[in-house]
């Protein structure tokens, strides 16, 4: 069986080492350069993605991702302000899945390590044709063309493959915007609030804004995780990384000085503007030799990389154990599971 990617992103990467380990013949073909361009900079990873990452990446990946990644978030903080000092409010019980945070920069150098054999960079994918031995064959920007037994769409939120695969399947703008950005942990070491907020997803509603904050503190520095667990993996995040304070702001920038220290010093590169869409649920289709993963069918606010990577683990799954037949057994579970939340940035 040969399978064919289109997109290496967080769910493309994971299906591919997945398949790899089990043998299995995949290609994956990567529209952008392998420098790649800025995602965000940090994840929220829950059991979801932990389970994918351990059944399909080699355990040294595995490892160096775990290692790195920041303490168990065990809350989600509220904090409000009482004679201008920000003040933990509650800690409710969290309705978001536990996890702990990691550096989106470094888990994609750790997926891209040891595939470089298997993804071809600026290869972007244009269309397919099914053909009647039951192969795909697709097509790409600079005129090339490549056949498979399967092809899987894991080219994101605006997929060609979805495109045309099932075109009736559109992303909704919903007119929601939200800034994110990060800040290093040292410029507002000062402030008090890494210390508020621990490793715990925080929630500050002051002032008459709201504002989305948590710490990546590296469990194990990437330096030294990278010489225990992979010392295959060369990038030169690993060296420059340092703890950080992730934040998002879905309305107006905050007016309290301690939160606006944070929005102030940011690092320009890792602050971008998001659109949020959505994508309705739809009614099954019949399965067929081509099929999609995360971002690319379903949207999700805040976790929609752990679901890109448990789609490619469960898909990996029904390849290996059952073939390109399987395939339908895979989409009824993401679909029944995902859709639900098919909300997420543009
Ligand atoms: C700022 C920000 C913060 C986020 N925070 C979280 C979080 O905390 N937790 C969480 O779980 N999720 C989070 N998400 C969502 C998460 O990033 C996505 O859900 C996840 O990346 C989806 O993975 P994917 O593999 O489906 O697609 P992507 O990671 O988007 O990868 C798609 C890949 O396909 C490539 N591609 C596109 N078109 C083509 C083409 N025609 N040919 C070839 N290649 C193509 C793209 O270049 C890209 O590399 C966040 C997103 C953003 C933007």
Redesign the pocket.
């Known amino acids: 069986m040969r399978v064919m990617v289109?997109?290496?992103?967080?769910?493309?990467?994971?299906l591919a080492h997945g398949l790899r380990q089990a043998g299995v013949d995949v290609v994956v073909?990567?529209?952008?350069q392998a420098e790649?361009?800025p995602?965000?900079?940090?994840?929220?990873?829950?059991d979801r993605?932990v389970t994918a990452l351990r059944a399909c990446l080699p355990p040294g990946h595995a490892a160096m991702v775990e290692a790195t990644a920041g303490g168990q978030r065990e809350h989600t903080m509220c904090l409000s302000e009482v004679d201008g000092e920000l003040v933990v409010e509650a800690q409710p019980e969290s309705r978001a899945r536990k996890g702990r945070?990691v550096h989106?920069p470094l888990l994609r150098a750790v997926l891209l390590t040891g595939l470089t054999d298997r993804v071809r960079f600026g290869?972007?994918?244009?269309r397919f044709e099914q053909r009647g031995d039951g192969t795909v064959r697709a097509w790409?920007?600079d005129g090339s063309t490549d056949t498979a037994d399967v092809l899987v769409g894991?080219?994101?939120?605006?997929?060609?493959?979805r495109s045309q695969y099932l075109p009736h399947v559109q992303v909704v703008d919903t007119g929601k915007r939200?800034l994110?950005g990060a800040t290093a942990l040292h410029a507002v070491a000062d402030t008090g609030l890494p210390g508020l907020i621990g490793h715990n997803a925080t929630s500050v509603n002051v002032r008459g804004t709201t504002m989305a904050l948590g710490v990546l503190r590296f469990s194990q520095h990437p330096t030294a995780a990278r010489d225990q667990w992979l010392p295959a993996l060369r990038s030169p995040v690993v060296d420059n990384a340092e703890d950080y304070v992730m934040w998002?702001l879905p309305g107006a920038e905050p007016t309290h000085p301690v939160l606006r220290r944070v929005v102030e010093k940011a690092w320009p590169d890792a602050t971008?503007q998001?659109r949020i869409g959505l994508i309705p649920p739809m009614p099954p289709w019949p399965p067929g030799p081509v099929t999609l993963?995360?971002?690319?069918i379903h949207?999700?606010p805040?976790?929609?990389?752990?679901?890109?990577?448990q789609?490619?683990h469960r898909l990996c799954d029904a390849l290996v154990h059952g073939g390109p037949g399987a395939i339908g057994v895979y989409e009824k579970a993401m679909r029944q599971d995902n859709f639900l939340h098919s909300v997420?940035?543009v």
């Open positions: 289109i997109g290496a992103g967080l769910g493309g990467l994971t073909y990567e529209r952008d790649g361009r995602q965000g900079v940090s994840l929220h990873f829950d993605a945070q989106r290869t972007g994918f244009t790409f920007a894991a080219d994101g939120i605006g997929s060609a493959v939200m994110m998002a971008a998001l993963i995360g971002d690319a949207l999700a805040g976790f929609g990389g752990n679901l890109a990577m789609d490619a997420g940035a």
